[in-house]
């Protein structure tokens, strides 16, 4: 089944620990993103990657660091979260190689910082 | 610089009425459109996508169509069912390597 993978679905931590938040996905697509959802606020990019080893900020990078070694695997790494990253966090994955350039969206990882 | 716009926020309406749900946009220089549904803490799951040069797309009870001209998009849902109670998100593309910008979406209930 074609999909986008994240893991894990749900964290709790507290300030300061790193952590990384897995994003995979099985359909060789080129563009691979990092979106965060707050009420009220809607969708917010916050890096997005166009292959392997490209990688661009969007509008919300601050305190995220994100990597593209293979083209599947896309991390969120928070170095040191703070309270204000506690959020509902996308991965999403695309193809811009063929006409249908549609977005297909994980799951969702749930993280509250403390 | 792009803004996406959904009105109303949020829609209650009875069980097999046909509804329509409404998405501006400022730019009307975009690449592709596409529609989502998420349900409560979930995922979002793609429903139609439009591409610039296409007017409308089709998928079962669902229909949208596109006005680039006039910086808008309609999700037509027809015979409504309570499990299509969701939030509905529209999403616009400028360029085929650009982000997409998200509306805030509309909170659909379909009472029983």
């Not at chain 1, 993103?33 to 919300?60: A, C, H």
């Not at chain 1, 896309?74 to 991965?91: A, G």
């Not at chain 2, 592709?32 to 296409?54: M, Y």
């Amino acid at each position: 089944e074609a999909q986008v993978t994240q893991n894990p679905r749900y964290l709790i931590t507290v300030t300061g620990k790193k952590l990384t938040v897995t994003c995979s996905q099985n359909m060789n697509h080129e563009y691979m993103s990092w979106y965060r959802q707050d009420p009220g606020l809607g969708l917010r990019q916050i890096y997005y990657s166009m292959n392997v080893e490209v990688t661009d900020k969007g509008d919300v990078p601050e305190g995220y660091k994100v990597s593209r070694k293979e083209k599947r695997n896309f991390p969120l790494i928070l170095e040191s979260p703070s309270p204000n990253q506690t959020s509902l966090y996308f991965c999403a994955s695309s193809s811009y190689t063929v006409s249908n350039y549609g977005y297909t969206f994980g799951s969702g990882t749930r993280l509250t910082v403390v | 610089k792009q803004e996406v716009t959904q009105i109303p926020a949020a829609l209650s309406v009875p069980e097999g009425e046909n509804l329509v749900l409404n998405c501006s946009f400022t730019d009307s220089a975009i690449y592709n459109l596409q529609w989502f549904r998420q349900d409560p803490g979930k995922g979002l799951t793609s429903l139609l996508l439009i591409q610039s040069s296409q007017r409308e797309q089709t998928s079962g009870r669902l229909n949208a169509s596109l006005d680039k001209s006039s910086g808008r998009s309609t999700l037509y849902i027809a015979a409504s069912q309570p499990g299509d109670s969701a939030t509905y998100l529209c999403a616009v593309m400028m360029n085929r390597d650009d982000k997409i910008i998200f509306g805030k979406g509309t909170r659909l209930h379909i009472l029983p």
